[in-house]
């Protein structure tokens, strides 16, 4: 893997291209991007054939261990792994320890295992299990197993505990994946963990770069997880103590301004779980990436304010199965941003307007608010995959626009644009 820098500036954002992942060396990413999120291997609601109708489809498509991990006997035997198991072949995976559209349970992990969720319930995981799924899924890239189980006000011995699992589990798979012809075309990322606390963060930094990885993962920054200045203050000391020649990548976070605030301290890549959560709860992504003459969001009261209101509006219950029932799991995915619009919102029963005004996406340009209103009203399968088409279109035209706007020198306009947007 490596990681070619065009631009850095003296803040920290940066612009680049990440070529030589992995089993594919002629393919290559532009940074920062994110990634194509997936359940069971495929974007949620969208068929392959519906999925290539999305322009600017990321170059790399995430695999989330929670949703896949069942399967991983049955992948074993299928040379090429997990692309040609999926059927699709010509993108980069990267599988994820965990699934970051949903909000893991905290109290599961000690010191020998680590606890993922899939569909009959918890499943524990040790290190040789963890590590054989890697050599039956055969990906481009995958994250070291870990233990980020720190949630906001937890105290420093958990931390610490924390941090000693993570990079004990670290060693024993770079041990494994060294010796192992399966992984030999793969590349492993560590992770960085330590909560909210700046010194064991930076403990957690510093001994991870000792160890051969090709890149890290920014663990445990999620809104739930801790405030947002403190997130800001430790992603940018965090990100001063990593190498400049290896990528960076960040679970958890999807917000627009999020995503600005850690491209400015000079993160790489991001999971796309965002809008997939705006489309489980019957919400369309509608904030402004380009000049206001360039994109227009809706009709002229919404720009006023009204597309934006209500964002004190009460928890939107999901369409798709969520593998918990507790009130506290998932609480901030299931909360609407001021960056979207519900769609089940009686005001939109009669709005013949495009889900976004000037959309290019095949949901705005051959259906109405009004038509999108009715399926999710009726509960029809096609409201969510005209949403989730829509969703993932807005938001890897932003994710192109925040590059755009970091080769000719824009990114504070856009940053301004963004948060004019949330205010």
């Avoid at 089993?23 to 969208?46: A, I, K, Q």
């Avoid at 918890?122 to 963890?130: A, C, E, F, T």
């Avoid at 041990?175 to 403990?203: A, M």
Wanted: net charge negative; charged share 25%.
């Amino acid at each position: 893997m490596k990681l070619i820098l065009s631009l850095v500036n003296s803040g920290g954002s940066r612009l680049g291209k990440l070529c030589e992942v992995g089993r594919h060396g002629d393919l290559s990413m532009e940074t920062p991007c994110c990634l194509l999120y997936t359940r069971c291997g495929l974007p949620p609601h969208l068929t392959p054939d519906v999925m290539r109708t999305l322009k600017r489809l990321p170059a790399a498509t995430q695999l989330t261990l929670p949703t896949l991990a069942e399967s991983h006997e049955t992948v074993e035997g299928i040379p090429g792994g997990i692309g040609h198991f999926i059927g699709i072949q010509n993108t980069l995976y990267y599988l994820s320890l965990q699934d970051p559209g949903i909000q893991t349970p905290s109290g599961y992990n000690d010191k020998s295992s680590a606890s993922i969720w899939v569909s009959a319930g918890r499943m524990r995981l040790h290190v040789d299990q963890y590590m054989s799924m890697q050599k039956a899924f055969k990906p481009d890239w995958y994250e070291a197993m870990y233990d980020g189980d720190t949630p906001l006000g937890c105290s420093r011995k958990k931390i610490q505990k924390s941090i000693n699992r993570t990079l004990n589990f670290l060693d024993k798979c770079l041990n494994i994946h060294e010796e192992s012809d399966d992984l030999k075309s793969s590349e492993i990322f560590g992770v960085i963990e330590g909560g909210d606390l700046l010194e064991e963060r930076l403990h957690s930094v510093r001994e991870t770069v000792k160890r051969p990885v090709a890149g890290f993962v920014l663990d445990g920054f999620q809104r739930y997880m801790m405030h947002d200045d403190a997130r800001r203050k430790l992603l940018a000391a965090v990100v001063k103590e990593l190498p400049e020649d290896k990528p960076r990548l960040l679970h958890g976070l999807g917000r627009p301004d999020d995503i600005i605030d850690a491209v400015e301290a000079g993160v790489d890549i991001f999971d796309s779980s965002f809008p997939y959560n705006v489309t489980e709860r019957c919400c369309a992504l509608v904030f402004p990436f380009k000049k206001l003459e360039e994109l227009e969001h809706g009709s002229k009261d919404e720009k006023q304010g009204g597309c934006f209101d209500g964002l004190q509006s009460s928890v939107e219950s999901f369409i798709g199965n969520v593998p918990f029932d507790s009130d506290d799991t998932n609480k901030d995915t299931c909360k609407k941003t001021e960056f979207e619009i519900n769609l089940r919102e009686q005001r939109y029963f009669d709005d013949f307007s495009p889900l976004v005004k000037n959309c290019e996406c095949y949901s705005c340009e051959h259906h109405t608010r009004a038509y999108i209103n009715h399926l999710l009203r009726t509960k029809e399968l096609l409201g969510p995959v005209l949403l989730m088409l829509h969703n993932f279109h807005h938001y890897f035209e932003f994710f192109h626009e925040l590059r755009e706007s970091l080769r000719n020198g824009s990114l504070d306009q856009l940053k301004d644009l963004i948060k004019q947007s949330s205010s």
